[in-house]
């Protein structure tokens, strides 16, 4: 099957896709929060839940950012938390790199590694990912599905995983990335 695609391409598409329901006009990013190769939660940037959207009442700039979007990232995080799904462990696809207060969610959430379309804004969330315990990579296109893709069998135990933070970490005020 050649025209198969493999597994971060395929969480990829899916991310971009979840985009074109983004409702800040200034960018649309999708980002898809996954495990065991199944999707655990989808999110993109928009309004918060009953304030209306950007793109009808524009955006509500602070120091060149809008403060009106909850971004993608933060979005599926929160989805997972609406419906009770952990996403402790999961990986997480997004369409763009993580900002620097959507990088301290993940790491508190307990995400282990993040796969980005396209860089945006924030060196810090590259910076600090390795310390953070959190793997910041762009998908390898090479890679083929069954052989090293996203996750293994164990949900707890990703990879090459020095990187998962415990599940408890998101309940600590000290988890690693939140220090000073
Ligand atoms: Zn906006
Ligand atoms: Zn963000």
Redesign the pocket.
Known sequence: MPDRVDWHTYFMNIARQVATRATCPRKH?GAVIARDRTILSTGY?GSARGLPHCEDVGCDIEDGHCVSAV????NAIIQAARIGVSVAGAELYTT?S??????K?IANAGISRVYYGEF?R?EKSLAVARQAGIELVIPCPESKPGRSSPSPDNSRTPGRSTSALPASAGTLPGSPGSRP
């Open positions: 990013v940037n971004h993608a990232e933060a763009a993580p900002c620097w207060p959507c990088f969610l945006y924030d």
